[in-house]
C-alpha cells in the first residue's frame, strides 16, 4: 500500500491543485499560474526521493 512519505507528496499535489484552481478562478491568474507548476515540480521530487531510497532491508524482498 502507500508510505507515509508517499502520502504526504499526494496531499501535497492535491492541495497545489486546489490553491492554483482557486487562485486561478478568483482571478489571481499570475499567481494561479505559478502555483499550478508547482505540482509536476512535487511529483518530479516525489519520484526523485522514491528511487534515491535504498529499499529497507526485507522490505519486498530486496533487502540483503
Known amino acids: ?3 507515509l ?3 504526504f507528496i499526494l496531499l501535497a499535489v492535491v492541495v497545489s491543485s486546489a490553491v492554483s484552481g482557486w ?3 478568483g482571478g489571481y491568474r ?3 499560474l505559478l502555483t499550478a507548476i508547482w505540482v ?3 511529483l ?3 519520484i526523485y526521493f522514491e528511487l ?3 529499499a ?3 522490505e519486498h524482498g530486496h533487502g540483503k
Open 1 to 3: 500500500m502507500f508510505k
Open 5 to 7: 512519505s508517499d502520502v
Open 23 to 25: 487562485l486561478w478562478y
Open 30 to 32: 499570475e499567481q494561479g
Open 40 to 42: 509536476p515540480a512535487i
Open 44 to 46: 518530479c521530487f516525489g
Open 52 to 54: 534515491a531510497a535504498p
Open 56 to 58: 529497507a532491508p526485507g
